[in-house]
T-cell receptor, first 114, second 113 residues
């Protein structure tokens, strides 16, 4: 089945220690998104790639970076995690960016910062 | 600016009964899509149903239907014959032309045996 895969499902890191979360997709979608979701809140978009074009949200901290080396893979790098970065990180894809395009989500990675 | 409102932070429903989760939206764009997602405690966001602004009929997907009232700017999700596995957080979202998704705050549904 075509799907969005995130690894790892759970990640524990230390305060200030760089961490990378990964996402892969077999849907061959053009767009890949990274969301941060804190407890009992809606997902918050950090940035997205439309093909190779990177689109950052204005309020995304510089501490968060992303890479998309090819169509299938996208990475979220947190350069110096703080306690406030502990959250669920969701990767999503869509075929395109039209108003009718559904986003399909991966299972998420729960990040814990000690 | 686009906005989604979900006025029910939490809802309870008896197993096998129907339940309606409310969603209202605000946009000045005539072209938009409305989406509902289910998020169980495991965390994955599961796509349920889609309604386009130009669609004349209400969308249905199995036990899910979307009650779309364009003039009132509402897009309520109706779940028929609730099951225990329907207990989850439900998010309403919209997307305009050239826009990213806007999510509502969510409604936590609890299905009682």
């Amino acid at each position: 089945d075509a799907m969005v895969i995130q690894n790892p499902r759970y990640q524990v890191t230390q305060f200030g220690k760089p961490v990378t979360l990964s996402c892969s997709q077999t849907l061959n979608h053009n767009v890949m998104y990274w969301y941060q979701q804190k407890s009992s809140q809606a997902p918050k978009l950090l940035f997205h790639y439309y093909d190779k074009d990177f689109n950052n949200e204005a309020d995304t901290p510089d501490n968060f970076q992303s890479r998309r080396p090819n169509t299938s893979f996208c990475f979220l790098d947190i350069r110096s995690p703080g306690l406030g970065d502990a959250a669920m990180y969701l990767c999503a894809t869509s075929r395109d960016r039209g108003f009718g395009e559904t986003q399909y989500f991966g299972p998420g990675t729960r990040l814990l910062v000690l | 600016a686009q906005k989604i409102t979900q006025t029910q932070p939490g809802m309870f429903v008896q197993e096998k009964e129907a339940v309606t989760l409310d969603c209202t939206y605000d946009t000045s764009d005539p072209s938009y899509g409305l989406f509902w997602y289910k998020q169980p405690s495991s965390g994955e966001m599961i796509f349920l149903i889609y309604q386009g602004s130009y669609d004349q009929q209400n969308a249905t997907e199995g036990r899910y239907s979307l009650n779309f009232q364009k003039a009132r700017k509402s897009a309520n999700l109706v779940i028929s014959a609730s099951q225990l596995g329907d207990s989850a957080m439900y998010f309403c979202a919209m997307r305009g032309r050239g826009q990213n998704f806007v999510f509502g705050p969510g409604t936590r549904l609890s299905v009682l045996p």
